[in-house]
């Protein structure tokens, strides 16, 4: 009797991207995900969800500074949606607007990498100009269409198609199965009428 061994490798897709680029795209879909879903309203659930992704500077949120954020929010999330022209337009909106200045700074085990804002600047200023300063590179790129929402009709999180053809539809393997099956049953009811 043989025994066959199947090994199969994990792939790690390379894109052209930091990957403080990624991390901060992928931080920000989730701070919007989870203010859609109500999941952050209050300033230790800001507290919690910058620790969780380890965005510094958030530990002395206040209410006022998770007010503020989710005020950013909505723009966020039209420069996630939106046409590169008109996404670059908003990206120097923010950047005017939060006064960015962006640096080189190295700390924590860090290299070198920008931040928009100096330290103590405040939390929600920082949010906005980070997820600014990651889309203003993915329009530069001319490669916005990785920014994307969930294809499942009853959903609309934002996800980050890191798929090396682009090709990553769903939020979640949940939102694949249910869309799945939802057209199997669908054709199944269409082939029982006929």
Do not use: K
Not at 15 to 41: K, M, Q, T
Not at 62 to 70: I, V
Not at 175 to 185: D, G, P, W
């Amino acid at each position: 009797m043989a025994l066959t061994v199947v090994i199969v490798a994990e792939v790690t897709v390379s894109l052209p991207y930091p990957r403080e680029l990624i991390r901060s795209l992928e931080f920000i879909a989730d701070v919007c995900n989870r203010r859609r879903a109500g999941e952050l309203d209050s300033a230790a659930s800001l507290r919690a969800i910058c620790a969780e992704w380890g965005f510094p500077g958030a530990s002395s949120a206040t209410r006022a500074d998770a007010e503020a954020t989710w005020a950013h929010l909505p723009a966020v999330e039209r420069m996630w949606d939106g046409e590169r022209d008109a996404v670059a337009g908003l990206v120097n909106r923010v950047f005017d607007e939060t006064g960015a200045r962006p640096h080189l700074v190295r700390h924590d085990g860090s290299d070198w990498h920008l931040h928009g804002l100096p330290a103590g600047s405040p939390i929600a200023d920082r949010i906005a100009v980070d997820a600014a300063m990651a889309i203003a590179d993915l329009v530069r790129a001319d490669d916005l269409e990785r920014c994307r929402r969930c294809a499942d009709s009853r959903c609309d999180r934002m996800h980050l198609d890191l798929s090396r053809n682009r090709s990553r539809r769903f939020c979640s393997t949940t939102c694949q199965s249910r869309t799945n099956v939802a057209a199997f049953r669908s054709r199944h009811a269409a082939d029982v009428r006929t």
